[in-house]
């Protein structure tokens, strides 16, 4: 048999005798002439200093959520935060909300609600990095601000005792605009916050959210919000919407301030363990390695194996990454983050410049129409990376197009008659239309130039 807890068994007596004494004890301590209150009262503010704690401890607390939000804003939206504890950005790009008042959150059309002062109000935020983009923005769900008093506001079903941050994910399935328009801006808006706030998803994506995780979890501690249960989640304070600087950019003299594309570059190989190379490791490395961001439907390679065939004879380890390489990121950003150039076809793909290390090539073949993308997405950027940049302009004969239209056709000679038509026939005709067939001998000319740049970062 088991052994039996050792605890003292008390007799019918000794319990009756017992109930009586914690009987007379509570009556002496509500009883107005108790001696025990007029002990207490003796001692100074004896119960005042406990509520006195609590209330300077709600008062920092909130103070230091509002010296976190402030940082989101500048000018009057920063003078509005301090005094009457929420405001509002909006620029081209981005619609934002900051709240460090108490809000409730409930997925009745996604709505929050603001505990004030009396007065009541209501807004509608769009909470995507690309308000300019219409047909972009009429997929993102809208939040409602709503601001009204305690006694008005639906009950919690759930208290945090952190700031939710709420974002769309309706621009996932490209990664440059998911690393410009998503990862990038929450980046910005949460790195200061040093993990200790909430993820509330609009538009949700699980899948996204699992390609993301070791980015998500470095920038919280807590696995993000699902509001489709109906419930109610009360926040200390909130943000709607991210911040956001420009294409893969962030710029140390915008909002919030401080923060460089060295610093994230640097937090992307932390959150995928990616190790830079050190010179030993260089020089055991026999070739350099170059990466060929290898495409299967549009803007691919026609003739990839002579271009293979061209670099391996320069003296470049060629490795080609498809689109099952390019999509894990946990695969790419170990595989880029150990290579000296990165070659491609202007495309998403050319997103994995932002895991080269330091000194690396970017080799960017830009087709036709494709030159103000080519330069604002991928070649501006990489200056602030601390990255090389070359470029390869293929010529009419070079194009697909040039056999679908002939070399007169407008398509052709005259691309801007094309982009007065819209992006739509942009995309249609330069971007979902066009393959590539490299000159080799030209070719040759800007691999012999990356051989060179990388040969000078290794010295």
């Known amino acids: ?87 509002c950005h909006f620029d081209d790009h981005t619609e934002m909300c900051l709240s460090a008042k108490p809000v409730r959150i409930s997925n009745g059309e996604l709505t929050v609600h603001v505990l004030s002062d009396g007065s009541q109000f209501e807004r509608s935020v769009r909470p995507c990095t690309r308000r300019e983009d219409e047909r972009v923005m009429k997929l993102v769900t809208p939040v409602q601000i709503l601001h009204g008093d305690a006694a008005n506001l639906l009950p919690c079903n759930f208290t945090h005792s952190i700031p939710a941050v709420i974002f769309s994910m309706a621009v996932t399935g490209n990664a440059f605009h998911e690393f410009s328009e998503i990862i990038i801006p929450l980046f910005l808006t949460c790195w200061h916050f040093r993990s200790q706030l909430k993820f509330v998803t609009t538009d949700r994506n699980a899948l996204w959210i699992q390609k993301y995780s070791r980015i998500l979890n470095r920038l919280s501690d807590y696995e993000a919000l699902n509001l489709d249960d109906g419930s109610v989640h009360c926040f200390p304070g909130a943000v709607v919407g991210l911040r956001y600087h420009d294409n893969l950019a962030l710029n140390t003299s915008d909002v919030p301030t401080g923060h460089s594309m060295r610093e994230f570059r640097q937090f992307l190989r932390e959150s995928y363990n990616v190790k830079t190379k050190n010179m030993h490791e260089i020089e055991k490395l026999q070739k350099p390695v170059l990466i060929l961001i290898s495409r299967n439907q549009t803007r691919k390679f026609l003739n990839e194996e002579a271009v293979v065939e061209l670099a391996q004879g320069m003296g470049f380890q060629v490795v080609r990454a498809g689109p099952n390489t390019v999509s894990n990121l946990e695969l790419s950003a170990k595989m880029v983050g150990s290579c000296d150039v990165l070659v491609g076809v202007h ?37 602030a990376m601390d990255l090389h940049y070359l470029e390869y302009k293929i010529e009419p004969k070079e194009s697909s197009l040039s056999e679908v239209y002939g070399l007169d056709d407008p398509v052709i000679v005259d691309p801007a008659s094309v982009s007065a038509k819209g992006y739509a026939a942009v995309r249609a005709v330069y971007v979902d239309g066009q393959n590539v067939k490299i000159n080799l001998d030209r070719f040759k000319d800007t691999l012999e130039e990356a051989m060179r740049l990388v040969r000078h970062s290794k010295a």
Do not use: H
């Open 1 to 87: 048999m088991g052994k039996e807890s050792k605890r003292p068994v008390l007799g019918a007596a000794s319990m009756a005798c017992l109930l009586i004494a914690v009987s007379l004890c509570i009556a002496l301590l509500v009883s107005k002439d108790s001696p025990f209150l007029s002990w207490r009262n003796q001692i100074p503010n004896w119960r005042g200093n406990n509520d006195a704690r609590e209330v300077d401890q709600v008062t920092e607390e909130r103070d230091a959520l509002k010296n976190l939000l402030r940082r989101l804003v500048r000018g009057e939206e920063r003078n509005q935060l301090e005094v009457g504890g929420f405001t």
């Open 347 to 383: 495309g998403a793909g050319l997103t994995n410049e932002i895991f080269l290390p330091d000194g690396a090539v970017v080799f960017q073949v830009v087709p036709l129409g494709l030159d103000w993308a080519s330069t604002n997405y991928f070649k501006i950027p990489t200056t």
